[in-house]
């Protein structure tokens, strides 16, 4: 008797022990899925229907999920359009495509496969498909109508009169363009020649004070030095090479060791240009030698306009010409 009820006991403690795992393993577990709605579900034939993919991704997934490739047609469904993927949180995923349908009556769009990467695999999630229905844009009661003929084609009115106009216009045209650039480069040169050539120079520098990339700042450093040395010994600088400025600036008396130091700056200008094209390598610039470039230029640019334009010597005082 004892025995028989400890193995009544001993039943009922297994079946109660068991009964969770049970319905552990009889619930359904959630898995991904794929909704397309369409906007409007009835349309006519050429009207664009929004067709809205909708992936909420299963459990364990590790990243987007990869939508089917719209390049081409989506059963007979004109694809005209496909929207970036969107999160919109809550493991969900939106992405909006376009459609075009040219036939009447119910048109199917096939389902189609949403790849969604796990750490195990790559799930394929199907669509249901979708029936739309599409109208025909003529009235209920016609449906065979018969088209009007096309006009046949009618030459335009255009005589001789017509083209030599055209060409008085374009002439004109031409005439004008070419005038106002004319004007625009003189008043261009007048406003240059109206500031001095030591004062466009400290302007020009200035601008470079913010500029951090090397092969821009040294361009216009060369371009801006170049035109100073231009308009103060008068001649052509900018089409110049950089032996050729060596010569003129040595032909006009200018002291050697002015000569020297613009030579300097304008090769170290021109060897930044062709080692940023590729054609020779250059060592970094060391941080703040723009602006001490830039100051090394000011000093220069001064110095030649003193040595132009020597001060005036002063008058000796009253006093000292009484007392001679």
Same mark, same amino acid.
């Given at each position: 008797?004892? *025995?028989?009820?400890?193995?009544?006991?001993?039943?009922?403690?297994?079946?109660?022990?068991?009964?969770?795992?049970?319905?552990?393993?009889?619930?359904? +577990?959630?898995?991904?899925?794929?909704?397309?709605?369409?906007?409007?579900?009835?349309?006519?034939?050429?009207?664009?229907?929004?067709?809205?993919?909708?992936?909420?991704?299963?459990?364990?997934?590790?990243?987007?999920?990869? #939508?089917?490739?719209?390049?081409?047609?989506?059963?007979?469904?004109?694809?005209?359009?496909?929207?970036?993927?969107?999160?919109?949180?809550?493991?969900?995923?939106?992405?909006?495509?376009?459609?075009?349908?040219?036939?009447?009556?119910?048109?199917?769009?096939?389902?189609?496969?949403?790849?969604?990467?796990?750490?195990?695999?790559?799930?394929?999630?199907?669509?249901?498909?979708?029936?739309?229905?599409?109208?025909?844009?003529? /009235?209920?009661?016609?449906?065979?109508?018969?088209?009007?003929?096309?006009?046949?084609?009618?030459?335009?009115?255009?005589?001789?009169?017509?083209?030599?106009?055209?060409?008085?216009?374009?002439?004109?045209?031409?005439?004008?363009?070419?005038?106002?650039?004319?004007?625009?480069?003189?008043?261009?040169?007048?406003?240059?020649?109206?500031?001095? /050539?030591?004062?466009?120079?400290?302007?020009?520098?200035?601008?470079?004070?913010?500029? %951090?990339?090397?092969?821009? #700042?040294?361009?216009?450093?060369?371009?801006?030095?170049?035109?100073?040395?231009?308009?103060?010994?008068? #001649?052509?600088?900018?089409?110049? *090479? *950089? *032996?050729?400025?060596?010569?003129?600036?040595?032909?006009?008396?200018? /002291?050697?060791?002015?000569?020297?130091?613009?030579?300097?700056?304008? +090769?170290?200008?021109?060897?930044?240009?062709?080692?940023?094209?590729?054609?020779?390598?250059?060592?970094? %610039?060391? /941080?703040?030698?723009?602006?001490?470039?830039?100051?090394?230029?000011?000093?220069?640019?001064?110095?030649?306009?003193?040595?132009?334009?020597?001060? %005036?010597?002063?008058?000796?005082?009253?006093?000292?010409?009484?007392?001679?």
């Amino acid at each position: 008797m004892k *025995t028989a009820a400890i193995a009544v006991s001993l039943t009922l403690a297994g079946i109660l022990a068991l009964a969770p795992l049970g319905h552990a393993q009889l619930e359904p +577990r959630p898995e991904g899925r794929v909704d397309i709605g369409v906007r409007p579900s009835e349309a006519e034939v050429g009207d664009v229907i929004v067709a809205t993919l909708t992936v909420t991704a299963p459990p364990g997934a590790i990243g987007p999920p990869v #939508f089917p490739d719209w390049s081409e047609a989506w059963g007979e469904a004109e694809v005209r359009e496909a929207g970036p993927v969107e999160d919109t949180g809550g493991s969900r995923f939106q992405q909006k495509v376009r459609l075009t349908v040219f036939r009447t009556g119910g048109v199917v769009l096939p389902p189609v496969t949403v790849e969604v990467p796990t750490a195990k695999e790559v799930l394929l999630l199907p669509s249901k498909p979708l029936t739309l229905e599409i109208r025909s844009v003529l /009235p209920p009661d016609v449906e065979n109508p018969n088209p009007r003929p096309p006009a046949p084609p009618r030459a335009l009115p255009i005589g001789e009169s017509f083209w030599r106009v055209t060409f008085a216009l374009v002439a004109a045209c031409l005439v004008a363009a070419v005038f106002l650039a004319r004007r625009r480069s003189q008043a261009r040169r007048a406003e240059i020649a109206a500031v001095p /050539p030591l004062e466009a120079l400290a302007r020009g520098l200035e601008s470079l004070r913010n500029v %951090e990339e090397c092969k821009a #700042f040294h361009t216009s450093l060369s371009l801006y030095l170049r035109r100073f040395l231009g308009r103060s010994f008068s #001649f052509p600088a900018l089409e110049s *090479t *950089t *032996t050729e400025v060596r010569y003129k600036l040595t032909d006009t008396g200018t /002291p050697r060791p002015l000569v020297s130091r613009a030579e300097k700056i304008l +090769r170290h200008c021109d060897l930044v240009k062709f080692a940023q094209s590729g054609l020779a390598p250059l060592a970094p %610039e060391p /941080p703040g030698s723009l602006g001490a470039r830039l100051e090394e230029v000011l000093e220069l640019g001064r110095e030649l306009d003193q040595h132009l334009q020597p001060p %005036e010597p002063t008058p000796p005082e009253q006093g000292t010409e009484q007392a001679a």
